[in-house]
């Protein structure tokens, strides 16, 4: 294990990675009704479905975060060791 402080973009994946598997499951959920001929569910079931991309984008933001915060602490030791 990393002894490393988490940055704060680690956050945004981890939020990202749990509301993608959610929404996931949404999709799941929503969809095997119609495969299997049953009643379909309400649409606020189809709205959950949203979250797995809103997962993906809360994912690719924790991303940037990290890359972004990397390079400040990359150009700040460079400074510094100039």
């Known amino acids: 294990m990393s002894s490393q402080s988490a ?5 945004y994946v981890k939020a990202g990675a749990v509301v993608f598997g959610l929404g996931a499951l949404a999709t ?3 969809f095997v009704p119609l495969f299997l001929h049953l009643t379909p569910l309400p649409t606020a079931a189809y709205w959950l479905s949203m979250l797995m991309p809103a997962g993906f ?3 690719l933001t924790g991303l940037y975060v990290n890359a972004r915060d990397q390079r ?3 150009e700040s030791a460079e400074a510094v060791g100039s």
């Open 7 to 11: 940055d704060r973009g680690d956050v």
């Open 57 to 59: 984008l809360l994912a």
């Open 72 to 74: 400040r602490r990359l």
């Open 28 to 30: 799941l959920v929503t």
